[in-house]
């Protein structure tokens, strides 16, 4: 058992997940089908998810694994150094599975603080990646708000 785990639902990153977005995710993951959606989150620095990227599952077994398209990464990762929208973090689906990150997701995880968004089903479920956390010590889930005014 790891000594001290990370909040990533403390009050100082709230997460805030639009039901606009969140049904976008829905219909990435369904139109998908029997493979694997993915892409990026996009939003503001506060934890405001505003936007998605979806990128072309560029994994050879796109239906047990998932791979965003690397120049999309870097394009994205430059706007955001220049001010622009900020990456939140990334989303994929799990076509057969729990909205749980797997093994393999762990595996090739970066543990770099992002949010991680699993689709599985009418299920949506988000995750911290770090460094330790309750799941395949990697991710940990985050409590996030429709941020409904
Ligand atoms: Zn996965």
């Given amino acids: 058992m790891a000594a001290s785990v990370s909040r ?9 997940l639009p039901e606009t977005v969140r049904d976008t995710l829905f219909a990435e993951a369904e139109k998908a089908d029997a493979e694997e959606c993915c892409g990026l989150l996009l939003g503001h620095s506060n934890g405001r998810i505003d936007e998605i990227i979806a990128s072309t599952n560029m994994a050879s077994n796109p239906a047990q694994r998932f791979e965003i398209a690397p120049e999309l990464l870097i394009a994205a990762e430059k706007e955001m150094r220049r001010g622009g929208r900020y990456i939140i973090g990334y989303y994929h689906s799990h076509p057969t599975g729990e909205a749980i990150p797997s093994a ?40 996030y708000r429709s941020g409904k005014s």
């Fill in 8 to 16: 990533a639902d403390s009050p100082a990153s709230p997460i805030v």
């Fill in 104 to 143: 393999t997701d762990a595996r090739l995880s970066a543990g770099d603080g992002r949010v991680w968004a699993i689709i599985a089903g009418r299920d949506l479920r988000l995750w911290r990646n770090g460094k330790d956390g309750d799941v395949h010590d990697r991710f940990t889930e985050i409590h």
